[in-house]
């Protein structure tokens, strides 16, 4: 992370003649610091709000951003103070989208004043606002803060639940897309380990299951943390994945389900990636770690269902 730009100050003395351009470096100044300043600190993405509802209706779409704060790639704030509406065109050409929050400034038409030893008028404020604006996903933007991915497909429109940068602390773990998959993960490990603890087939594994359910109650206890970032959530789910091969893959295929769902924990696991792996990289892999849900969720109900307490 790194600025072309060299901050340059205004050296005032006595006698200086000021001009425009001088106010102008001492404003200019002072702004790039504030954007250093947040940027390193924070980061940049979505701080707070900014949420994304994706609505039809005949055929027409909009979208209601929630009010909320962001920070830019190039550390400037962007704050949308109140809910707003936003007509969508659907874009001609098929493929993924994302809606950008940009940045604007417009100088404002009510501090008109006159020029001096002129008969013009000159706006003398300068009003900084946003605006939104749907791009293609392959783009990227220095004055703007992506809000949510859309995919575009036969002229519908669907909401992409993928996650964009986050900055900041507030409220940021709790938004992200990732953690409720992580929770949803653990939360039916568990299940199905309450019920095999129920039966005899573990008796011979004990080492291996409870640690598993260790793993699986301290990322409860680690997801708590609102501040935990989208990194440590991709990070968590690889762990908790070697930790479900290590359990599933010795025990018994008493079912055909269990035997498949083993088989689909052996793939996931031999794909995690390397700790220093990209952001981009974990997130593709994510994508094969949140479909074991659906037949983790069939295995969960099937073990509850047919297991039999041990006599």
Same mark, same amino acid.
């Given at each position: 992370?790194?600025?072309?730009?060299?901050?340059?100050?205004? /050296?005032?003395?006595?006698?200086?003649?000021?001009?425009?351009?001088?106010?102008?470096?001492?404003?200019?100044?002072?702004? $790039?610091?504030?954007? &250093?300043? @947040?940027?390193?600190?924070?980061? *940049?993405?979505?701080?707070?709000?900014?949420?994304?509802?994706?609505?039809? #209706?005949?055929? $027409?779409?909009?979208?209601?951003?929630? @009010?909320? *704060?962001?920070?830019? !790639?190039?550390?400037?704030?962007?704050?949308?103070? =109140?809910?707003?509406?936003?007509?969508?065109?659907?874009?001609?050409?098929?493929?993924?989208?994302?809606?950008?929050?940009?940045? +604007?400034?417009?100088?404002?038409?009510? %501090?008109?004043?006159?020029? *001096?030893?002129?008969?013009?008028?000159?706006?003398?404020?300068?009003?900084?606002?946003?605006?939104? &604006?749907?791009?293609?996903?392959?783009?990227?933007?220095?004055?703007?803060?992506?809000?949510?991915?859309? &995919?575009? #497909?036969?002229?519908?429109?669907?909401? +992409?639940?993928?996650?964009?940068? #986050?900055?900041?602390?507030? =409220? !940021?773990?709790?938004?992200?897309?990732?953690?409720?998959? +992580?929770?949803?993960?653990?939360?039916? /490990?568990?299940?199905?380990?309450?019920?095999?603890?129920?039966?005899?087939?573990?008796?011979?594994?004990?080492?291996?299951?409870?640690?598993?359910? @260790?793993?699986?109650? %301290?990322?409860?206890?680690?997801?708590?943390?609102?501040?935990?970032?989208?990194?440590?959530? *991709?990070?968590?789910?690889?762990?908790?994945?070697?930790?479900?091969?290590?359990?599933?893959?010795?025990?018994?295929?008493?079912?055909?389900?269990? %035997?498949?769902?083993?088989?689909? +924990?052996?793939?996931? /696991?031999?794909?995690?990636?390397?700790?220093?792996? =990209?952001?981009?990289?974990?997130?593709?892999?994510?994508? @094969?770690?949140?479909?074991?849900?659906?037949?983790?969720?069939?295995?969960?109900?099937?073990?509850?269902?047919?297991?039999?307490?041990?006599?």
């Amino acid at each position: 992370m790194s600025f072309p730009h060299t901050l340059v100050r205004l /050296n005032p003395y006595e006698g200086l003649c000021l001009t425009a351009d001088d106010l102008l470096t001492e404003q200019l100044y002072h702004r $790039r610091t504030l954007h &250093r300043h @947040s940027l390193f600190l924070h980061g *940049y993405g979505i701080v707070q709000g900014l949420q994304v509802e994706l609505e039809q #209706r005949k055929r $027409r779409y909009t979208a209601v951003i929630k @009010s909320g *704060y962001g920070i830019t !790639r190039a550390g400037q704030g962007v704050h949308l103070m =109140s809910d707003v509406v936003v007509p969508l065109e659907v874009p001609k050409q098929d493929g993924e989208y994302v809606l950008w929050l940009f940045h +604007v400034e417009r100088a404002d038409p009510d %501090s008109s004043r006159p020029v *001096y030893d002129t008969d013009e008028q000159h706006e003398a404020r300068i009003q900084e606002q946003c605006a939104p &604006r749907l791009e293609a996903a392959d783009q990227d933007f220095e004055d703007g803060v992506a809000l949510c991915r859309i &995919r575009v #497909r036969v002229g519908r429109m669907v909401q +992409v639940q993928l996650p964009v940068p #986050r900055a900041g602390r507030q =409220s !940021r773990a709790a938004e992200s897309y990732l953690k409720p998959r +992580v929770m949803e993960f653990i939360r039916l /490990n568990k299940k199905a380990l309450d019920a095999l603890f129920r039966t005899t087939v573990l008796q011979e594994m004990s080492i291996g299951s409870f640690g598993f359910y @260790s793993a699986l109650v %301290s990322a409860e206890f680690l997801l708590i943390e609102e501040g935990t970032t989208d990194r440590v959530l *991709y990070r968590t789910a690889g762990t908790l994945i070697a930790f479900a091969h290590d359990f599933y893959n010795p025990l018994p295929s008493t079912t055909d389900r269990i %035997s498949k769902f083993t088989e689909f +924990v052996r793939r996931v /696991n031999a794909e995690i990636p390397a700790p220093d792996q =990209s952001d981009e990289t974990w997130l593709r892999w994510f994508e @094969s770690f949140e479909r074991l849900l659906q037949p983790m969720q069939k295995l969960a109900d099937e073990l509850q269902q047919t297991t039999d307490a041990v006599r």
